[in-house]
């Protein structure tokens, strides 16, 4: 198994920036596709952005293409979102996830191991 701990939440103004970082516990972590998801209150957990094993695949949510950019170190075992012009639609519960496949899917279920989630709230 792959253990997930997410940190570099926090409470931001709208218009400020995030920097969210992933860490794995596995020496295999290239061996993963790695997504970013996450749920606000009442609403469904989305898709924000995945990455490919190698660092190539990038794909991102519509809502946040053009402010958030995903990237990774393998080296580090680490996956970081970073996320500038924050909105207060943004505001919600982060979740780190690592799919075993080779492609970088959107779909929750797809990913076999999650971490604990990280709080991100955006103020006006």
């Known amino acids: 198994q792959v253990q997930l701990v997410e940190s570099g939440g926090g409470l931001v103004q709208a218009g400020g920036s995030l920097r969210l970082s992933c860490t794995a516990s596995?020496?295999?972590?290239?061996?993963?596709?790695m997504g970013w998801f996450r749920q606000a209150p009442g609403k469904e957990r989305e898709f924000v952005a995945g990455i490919g094993r190698s660092g190539y695949g990038l794909m991102y949510a519509p809502s946040v293409k053009g402010r958030f950019t995903i990237s990774r170190d393998n080296s580090k075992n680490t996956v970081v979102l970073q996320m500038n012009s924050l909105k207060p639609g943004d505001t919600a519960v982060y979740y780190c996830a690592a799919n075993p496949g080779y492609s970088v899917s959107t779909r929750y279920y797809d990913y076999d191991y999650w971490g604990q989630g990280t709080q991100v709230t955006v103020s006006s």
């Open positions: 596995r020496r295999t972590f290239s061996a993963y596709v």
